[in-house]
C-alpha cells in the first residue's frame, strides 16, 4: 500500500473510532471532565492532521505534502503513531465489550452524519472544516456498513480504564507534537487554544465549568506521569507557552464560575458544597455584600476636581495604616428617570463589579486593576432627595499596582493623556503594537467570561509611570468600567446620558444620540471602540484630532459623532493606517471598524446566542488579535 493512503487510513480510523468513543452516553456526572478532556485530545489529533497537511492529501498534491519536512523525515514515525492510536482506542473498547461495559445501539438521531448535533449537546466547538471531515467520513463508513451506524452506551462505567486511555492518547499526540518544527508547533497551540476558549463560552453552569476545571488540571498532571515521551524537539519555551496556556484557560473557568455566584438573582451558591466552592474559588453565599466600604474611610486628595475628573487619587484608611489609592466614579444623578436603572440597581450593579474586580488571582491577560470595594459619596444620614448632585456618584476603590518599579506618589495617567501631551515622544511603532495586542487579548478574555466594558476609549487606558518618570507601555491597566455589565441577554443595558466625547468611540447604533432608537451594547460594539483606540494609537493623536473635530461645535450637532465610523473607513484614511503600522495592523483596525460579516456575524444575529458568540469570538481571534500578533516590525 503507498504510505500516503496507509497514513490517509490510520487517520481515517483513528479519527473514526475517537467520534464513535467521543458520542458515548450513559457515563456517570462525576465522570464528564473524562468524556470533556477525551475531547480535547481529539482536537489536538485534528489539529496536528490539518497543520501537518496531511488532512488534506489527495493525488493533486501528494507530491508536495511527501516532501515536507514532517513527511520527508518523519513519515515512517508518522504511520507508526496513527496506527498506535488506532489500535489504542480498538483495543480500549474490545476490552470494555468484552466486559459488557459498553453496548452498541442504533443511531436514530442522525449524530454520527451531523456531527455538529454531538458537538452541540456536549456543549464543545466545531470548525466547519472539521464538521465537514467527520461527516464525510462517517457517510463513507455508512455506506459500507450492512448494519448501519452505531453509538456506544456506558452499561458500567470503567473510570479507571477509561482515564489509562485518556494519559496514553496524551503522550501519543505530544509524540506527534514533538516531530514538527516550531512554527507548526506553534501554529496547533494557536488552534487549540482558539478551540479551548469556545469551549469556555459554550460552558455556563458551575457544575460544567468545574468540569472543565478538573481536565485541565488532568491534562498537565498526566504530562508528569512516569514514561512521558521525551521531549528535546520541544522548545523550553514551547513548552513553558502551552503550561501558561492551560493554566490561563483554568483561571478563567474559574473566574467565569466565581462570576456566576456573585449574580443575586442566581440561588445557585446555596447549592455548591465546600468542596466544589474550594476548587474553583468561588465567593461564598454573602461574601459580596463585604465589598462596601465606609465612606468615613475614604480621604480625598484635596484640590481634586470632580466634576470633571473620571477618577482621583485617594488615601484609604486600613487596620494597618494609611494606603494610597486611586478613585474610578459611577454618577447616579440620573437614577429613576425615565430609561434609566434605579440607584438600588446600580448600586447592585456596582457591587458585582467590584466583587469580581476584587477577585484574586485574576487572569493576567484581564489587565485589569485589583478592586479593594466600593463607597458611596453621599452622606448616609442625608435623605437620597437632598444629596448635592456632586456627591450623587459611587467610588471603585482600586490599589495601585505593587511593582518596585513603580512611582511611588505619581497618579494613573491615560493614553488620551499622553495622545495630547506635545512633551511625550510618539512611541516607537513595536511598542504600539504590543499595546494593541495586549489591548485587543484583554477584551478577547473579557467577551469570553462575558463581560461587557461598555467604554473602551482612550480615557479608560491607563498607566504607571516608572521611578524614573517615563510611561511602560507594556504595563497597561484597563478601567473606566462605570458602566460595564455581564453580556447575557437578561442583562438591562444602561443608558448614558448626551456625551460627544464618549459617543466618538461608541457604534453609531450605539451612540447616546440615538434616543429609542439605540442599540443595546453587544460585544461587536466593545470590538468597534477597540478599532477606535487602533486609529489612535497609529497616528499617535485622539480621534478627533485625526478626523479634524472640533468637539465644541460637535457637542451640538450629533451629526457630526454620528459620521465617524464612515469617516475612519474612507479608503483614504484606512490606507493611512497602512502606511503608518503596516498592512496586518491596518486590516485587524479595518475589521473592529466594519464588524458585522467582517467578524463572522450575519444580520439578525443574536449575540448573546452560545454559537454566534463562539464564531464571533473565532472571527475576532483570527482576524484581530492573531493578526496582531503575528506583526514583525
Request: glycine share 6%.
Amino acid at each position: 500500500m503507498d504510505p500516503v493512503s496507509a497514513a490517509g487510513l490510520a487517520l481515517g480510523v483513528a479519527s473514526l473510532g475517537l467520534q464513535l468513543l467521543v458520542t458515548a452516553l450513559g457515563y456517570e456526572d462525576d465522570c464528564k471532565h473524562l468524556n470533556l478532556r477525551l475531547r480535547l485530545e481529539q482536537q489536538r489529533l485534528f489539529a496536528w492532521s490539518e497543520t501537518s497537511g496531511l488532512l488534506d492529501v489527495n493525488s493533486e498534491n501528494q507530491e508536495r505534502i511527501l516532501n515536507s519536512n514532517v513527511f520527508h523525515l518523519h513519515r515512517q514515525t508518522v504511520l507508526d503513531l496513527l496506527v498506535q492510536v488506532q489500535c489504542l482506542f480498538d483495543e480500549f473498547i474490545a476490552y470494555q465489550n468484552k466486559h459488557s461495559n459498553l453496548t452498541p445501539f442504533r443511531d436514530d438521531g442522525e449524530f454520527l452524519v451531523s456531527p455538529e448535533l454531538d458537538a452541540k449537546q456536549a456543549s464543545f466547538p466545531i470548525s466547519e472544516k472539521k464538521r465537514l471531515f467527520i461527516k464525510k467520513a462517517m457517510m463513507n463508513l455508512k455506506q459500507k456498513s450492512q448494519e448501519g451506524l452505531k453509538r456506544f452506551k456506558w452499561v458500567s462505567f470503567d473510570k479507571e480504564g477509561f482515564e489509562q486511555l485518556l494519559a496514553k492518547f496524551t503522550l501519543l499526540n505530544d509524540t506527534m507534537m514533538n516531530i514538527l518544527d516550531h512554527s507548526l508547533q506553534v501554529e496547533i497551540r494557536h488552534t487549540v487554544q482558539d478551540t479551548n476558549r469556545g469551549v469556555l463560552l459554550l460552558h455556563h453552569k458551575i457544575a460544567d465549568l468545574s468540569h472543565l476545571v478538573l481536565a485541565l488540571k488532568d491534562q498537565l498532571e498526566v504530562r508528569n506521569l512516569p514514561g512521558a515521551p521525551s521531549r528535546t524537539r520541544l522548545s523550553k519555551t514551547e513548552r513553558e507557552a502551552n503550561v501558561a496556556e492551560l493554566k490561563q484557560l483554568s483561571r478563567l473557568a474559574k473566574f467565569k464560575a466565581f462570576n456566576e455566584t456573585i449574580d443575586p438573582k442566581s440561588d445557585t451558591p446555596a447549592l455548591i458544597d465546600d468542596a466544589v466552592a474550594g476548587f474553583l474559588e468561588l465567593a461564598k453565599p454573602g461574601e459580596q455584600r463585604l465589598v462596601q466600604l465606609p465612606k468615613y474611610l475614604i480621604e480625598l486628595n484635596p484640590g481634586t476636581d470632580e466634576s470633571e475628573d473620571p477618577r482621583c487619587e485617594a488615601i484609604l484608611k486600613t487596620a494597618e495604616g494609611r494606603k494610597k489609592v486611586w478613585i474610578e466614579w459611577k454618577d447616579y444623578d440620573n437614577a429613576g428617570n425615565t430609561g434609566c436603572l434605579s440607584k438600588a440597581e446600580i448600586v447592585d450593579r456596582v457591587r458585582k463589579l467590584a466583587c469580581l474586580l476584587h477577585h484574586s488571582p485574576k487572569p493576567e491577560a484581564f489587565r485589569t486593576p485589583h478592586c479593594i470595594g466600593f463607597f458611596d459619596k453621599a452622606d448616609p444620614d442625608v435623605p437620597d432627595d437632598d444629596v448635592d448632585i456632586l456627591d450623587r456618584r459611587l467610588g471603585l476603590v482600586f490599589e495601585r499596582p505593587d511593582s518596585q518599579d513603580v512611582h511611588d506618589t505619581l497618579p494613573p495617567v491615560s493614553l488620551r493623556e499622553l495622545l495630547l501631551d506635545t512633551t511625550v515622544r510618539k512611541p516607537r511603532v513595536t511598542d504600539r503594537i504590543k499595546l494593541a495586542h495586549a489591548l485587543s487579548n484583554c477584551l478577547l478574555y473579557l467577551h469570553a467570561v462575558n463581560w461587557l466594558h461598555k467604554g473602551l476609549r482612550s480615557h479608560n487606558i491607563l498607566f504607571f509611570k516608572t521611578k524614573t518618570g517615563h510611561v511602560d507601555y507594556s504595563q497597561v491597566f484597563l478601567s473606566g468600567f462605570d458602566f460595564s455589565r455581564p453580556g447575557g441577554s437578561e442583562e438591562v443595558t444602561e443608558i448614558p446620558g448626551f456625551d460627544a466625547e464618549h459617543d466618538l468611540y461608541r457604534h453609531p447604533r450605539a451612540q447616546s444620540n440615538q434616543g429609542k432608537l439605540r442599540e443595546r451594547s453587544k460585544k461587536s460594539f466593545d470590538i468597534y471602540s477597540l478599532g477606535v483606540i487602533f486609529v489612535e494609537l497609529a497616528h499617535w493623536k485622539p480621534v478627533d484630532g485625526v478626523l479634524g473635530i472640533e468637539m465644541r461645535l460637535a457637542k451640538g450637532q450629533s451629526d457630526v459623532v454620528r459620521q465617524v465610523r464612515g469617516d475612519l473607513l474612507a479608503p483614504g484614511r484606512v490606507a493611512d493606517l497602512g502606511a503608518e503600522m503596516g498592512e496586518k495592523f491596518e486590516e485587524a483596525t479595518r475589521r473592529c471598524l466594519v464588524g458585522e460579516r467582517e467578524l463572522g456575524l450575519e444580520p439578525g444575529d443574536d449575540e448573546t446566542a452560545d454559537e454566534v458568540a463562539s464564531r464571533l469570538s473565532g472571527s475576532y481571534y483570527d482576524d484581530v488579535v492573531k493578526k496582531l500578533a503575528e506583526i514583525v516590525v
